[in-house]
């Protein structure tokens, strides 16, 4: 079965340092999503792209973020100046013309 | 503002005992509701779509509906076991690539 591939499992990052989460889409999907889960909380919707730009964001996605599909492979998640209410699980989601969405198993950002 | 709410937030039952879950959504324009299972501390694993032209979908042991004009989804589980448990989350989406509005979830405990 396609799988949608998220790189690291877990970081742990200093306040104010910039992290980049990985992400590998299903290779035929044509639609990217980040979305973020802090422990215990809804999942909650940052961006979603598609045709190498941003078509939708929410407010959570501030100036803070930024999304790169840099080699058509790779879909990533930048936070240049990590808070620490930005520690929570991040996941990666692609999806194809109206078919079903497929997450990764995410990656914990711990901030301290 | 799309809203989408899950009832009841936990639930717990017996083995063997069939159940359903319950997902409610503000908005009737739904392109397609999505079902999907939680473990604790990892990602999201689809368990069915449903298009807005359909009314089920099955598969297994599950059944999910969708009536769009009364706002509800249901997901039904037959033969409940211990591997069940887990937390099912609805998620709605309303245009093709953006994002999926995610109800809080149901948390449910199948005891042996």
């Known amino acids: 079965e396609p799988e949608v591939t998220q790189t690291p499992s877990h970081q742990v990052t200093q306040m104010g340092q910039e992290v980049i989460l990985r992400c590998v889409p299903i290779?035929?999907?044509?639609?990217f999503y980040w979305y973020r889960q802090i422990l215990g909380q809804k999942v909650e919707f940052l961006v979603s792209?598609?045709?190498?730009?941003?078509?939708?964001k929410s407010e959570i996605f501030d100036d803070q973020f930024s999304v790169e599909r840099p080699d058509g492979s790779n879909f990533t998640l930048k936070i240049r100046s990590t808070k620490l209410e930005d520690s929570a699980m991040y996941f990666c989601a692609s999806t194809g013309m109206n078919t079903e969405a497929f997450f990764g198993q995410g990656t914990r950002l711990t901030v301290v | 503002k799309q809203e989408v709410t899950q009832i009841p937030a936990a639930l717990s039952v017996p083995e063997g005992e069939n159940l359903v879950l319950n997902c409610s959504f503000t908005?009737?324009?739904?392109?397609?509701l999505q079902w999907f299972r939680q473990d604790p501390g990892k990602g999201l694993t689809s368990l069915l779509l449903?298009?807005?032209?359909?009314r089920e979908q099955t598969s297994g042991r599950l059944n999910a509906s969708l009536d769009k004009s009364s706002g509800r989804s249901t997901l039904y589980i037959a033969a409940s076991q211990p591997g069940d448990s887990a937390t099912y989350l609805c998620?709605?989406?309303?245009?093709?690539?953006?994002?999926?509005?995610f109800g809080t979830g149901t948390s449910l405990t199948v005891i042996p």
């Open positions: 449903i298009q807005s032209s359909q």
């Open positions: 998620a709605g989406g309303y245009f093709t690539g953006n994002q999926f509005y």
């Open positions: 908005d009737s324009a739904i392109y397609n």
């Open positions: 792209f598609y045709n190498n730009e941003i078509s939708e």
């Open positions: 290779s035929n999907h044509l639609y």
